[in-house]
């Protein structure tokens, strides 16, 4: 459950692609019903990840519903794009781009938070999750092969001139960092902030006009290392978010009850 506060770093380097900000913009209620469309994608995420396959190819047709019309042009002149640059919402490019600050955004979150995640874990991690987004249209081929090229992938992109300040995506970043909460939850949202402000890159940091300094460095880096102390002897209950375990466990039902039909002999063989 602790690698979901990394939600508004993945939402924050999506947006910083301006063609992505755009579409958001344009085609997302997220600007008028910030909860609303959070829930609505984090539900349809859990049943992607952790459903069975019917309920993974159920929501994903739901949001490629939601995607089918999601496309424009670009109205202005922004970083390397020139005014009139098409985009849609099932693009390669863009789909690539969004599923790879996800893949970062865990592979990042969970050795702060939890612990230690070997190289092994995170290329099965990737090369799952590549099974995963084939189903809202992300060709496998066109993704990086190994996690190592995914991290340079995600690298180039950061570093290089792929991602510029818009308007958009600073408008829809205020509503993802401070969201309309009751006044006696306001604190989070300065956490929130703090959290997300530590762990999105420089260049990404600078594109919302985040402030980064050395003594936040240092208590981020404590409370991460008190984090990972605390969350690994947590018990699973407390760990896992309860759709999650239904979902999996669901999941794990499904996969058992075929295994054992897989198992039994053919009426013939038992003749």
Request: aromatic fraction near 6%.
């Amino acid at each position: 459950a602790v690698i979901l506060i990394g939600g508004a770093r993945a939402v924050l380097m999506q947006l910083a692609h301006p063609l992505v900000a755009l579409g958001v913009s344009m085609h997302s209620n997220y600007l008028s019903d910030p909860f609303g469309r959070s829930d609505r994608t984090f539900m349809l995420g859990q049943k992607l990840t952790f459903g069975t396959l019917p309920k993974a190819k159920n929501a994903a047709q739901t949001i490629n519903k939601l995607h089918r019309h999601v496309e424009g042009s670009l109205p202005f002149d922004v970083g390397r794009y020139r005014q009139g640059t098409s985009y849609h919402a099932r693009d390669q490019k863009l789909l690539l781009w969004v599923h790879a600050t996800l893949v970062d955004t865990v592979l990042r979150m969970y050795p702060l938070f939890i612990g230690p995640i070997s190289e092994e874990d995170q290329e099965h991690y990737y090369q799952e999750s590549k099974g995963m987004v084939r189903h809202l249209g992300l060709s496998p081929t066109q993704m990086p092969g190994t996690i190592h090229d995914l991290q340079a992938y995600v690298d180039e992109m950061v570093y290089g001139n792929h991602l510029a300040a818009t308007a958009q995506a600073r408008q829809i970043a205020r509503v993802v960092l401070f969201p309309p909460l009751p006044t006696v939850l306001k604190p989070l949202l300065h956490l929130n902030l703090a959290i997300t402000t530590s762990i999105l890159p420089e260049p990404v940091r600078e594109i919302y006009g985040l402030e980064w300094h050395q003594s936040q460095k240092l208590l981020f880096a404590a409370s991460a290392g008190c984090a990972r102390q605390i969350i690994p002897k947590l018990p699973t209950t407390l760990r896992e978010l309860p759709i999650t375990r239904k979902l999996k466990n669901e999941a794990i039902l499904v996969a058992t009850n075929k295994a054992a039909i897989s198992e039994r002999p053919h009426p013939m063989q038992r003749r």
